[in-house]
């Protein structure tokens, strides 16, 4: 494997030789040659916007690269569309499934060949089927709709497909992102075992170190548009990586924790409501966060944590239970919110959090703009509104061309800056946060994570909602996982060992 070629196995090596792509004025992608020798499971890391999706277009043919060259097994390869690429071996498993879910499994895979006949002869498809099966190192069920399939056993189907029609090189678009830990273990392992058989080479596009240090022999970073550094995990520790991707400086870890947790801040107590299908019931019989930590709850989407976040931001009605803050009866209105210092950090604030129409100014008003240091004011003071803005938007690195401009110009980012500046400022008390880095890039991850743990070494209850495993692990002083409307799990952070939390997030526990 020292030269790019093609195994034994079949296995095809792929190198990209100063590939360049140029939209108008903007570089997207600057001189970037990697390698993937075949049977290597290589990463590709990179902030969103280095680069990693205009490279593997170039790749497969969806984007015709300003200039570069690319090697398939070791010869010169022109790829003017997806079809040449197929041709040549090369497959792309993409982010979101590509099945048709009404269908069987068998199916999908017999209508995703070029060469399907108009009448199908199943008796010879399904042990055509079987015989493929036989050979693969993993299996799902083919007779079952795509629909009654699980995430994981769905994303194994997208790999299959691309195996059953011949690819030997894999792009994998961040392959776990709607995955527990013990199915993402699952099919990155059944991955790996092919690539080291020599039967099949990967580029896999992530970003999550854990999968990288865990599963990849090699890994590539871009860098806006720049390919900045490639070298083998083996050699290579999480700071590396993270320094590779946006710089020594900015790679700095989040604060240390500090001082030990308080008084019960928030107290849920027998609280029941209805799931947003009005067929299941959210049932929490207990949960507390104390001042100075944060609970994390770890949950696979649509669990009930969003309808959590609901009824504590008074968006869904509780049909039974208590909800007190700082002993007192909380009913999530503004008056209660304000003198109880309770801030909320939505999953998706430019929707839930945000007027997107209205400016950076007021939008970091809102929580402000009617008070004075007595109390309700009866006019309201723009001076004085951005001047507010104009601190908190240099406090928190808020990168807006103008505070004049509507809070929907700006990057997802940058609009979670702003409502952090908004619910961070000022005595907080409690802090209720869903998906808070769901889509960033790692600087803005890394910044929104030490905003966050800043908050709590000051004496903030934090109650964390994230479907993020690693963003929970990292932050959480508790964790405790949802499944099924219930807390099904709970353990010092410290004492949660990954795959005990992936069972129980899976519903196996």
Known sequence: MSSPGEHPNGALGVETLGMTMRFGGFTALDDVSIRVHPGSFHALLGENGAGKSTLVKCMMGFYHATSGQMLVGGHEALVRDPRDAHA?????VYQHFTLVPSLTAAENLVISRRDTPAVIDWAAER???????DRMPFRVPLDLPVERLSAGERQKLEILKQLYLGRRFLILDEPTSVLTPDEADEVLGHV??????????????????????AFADEVSVLRRGRHVGSGQVS??????????????????????RTGKAGAPVLELSGLRARDRSGLKEIAIDGLTVRAGEVVGIAGISGNGQVELMEILTGQRPAEAGTI????????????????LAVRFLPEEPLRNACAGRMSVTENIAFRTFDLNGSGRRFWL????????????????KVKAASLDAPIAALSGGNVQRAVLARELTGNVSLLVISNPCFGLD???????RARIMAARNAGAAILLMSEDLDEVMELSDRILVMSEGRIA?????????????????????
């Open 88 to 92: 040549l071996g090369l497959g792309m």
């Open 127 to 133: 042990a055509a089927l079987a015989a493929f099966m």
């Open 192 to 213: 790996r075992a092919m690539c080291r058989a020599g039967e099949i080479s990967v580029l896999m596009i992530t970003h999550k170190f854990r999968e990288v240090t």
């Open 235 to 256: 050699d290579l520790d999480h700071a590396d990586m993270a320094a590779m991707m946006i710089g020594a400086e900015a790679a700095r870890a989040p604060a240390a």
């Open 324 to 339: 007190r803050v700082k002993g007192a009866p909380y009913r999530a209105t503004r008056d209660e919110a304000h003198a």
């Open 381 to 396: 003071s723009g001076r004085e509104m951005r001047e507010r803005a104009e601190r908190l938007v240099a406090s928190f």
């Open 442 to 448: 790692f600087s803005a991850v890394a910044e929104i």
């Open 489 to 509: 799990f709970e353990a010092p952070a410290g004492a949660a060992s990954l795959a005990e939390i992936g069972h129980h997030m899976g519903g196996h526990a």
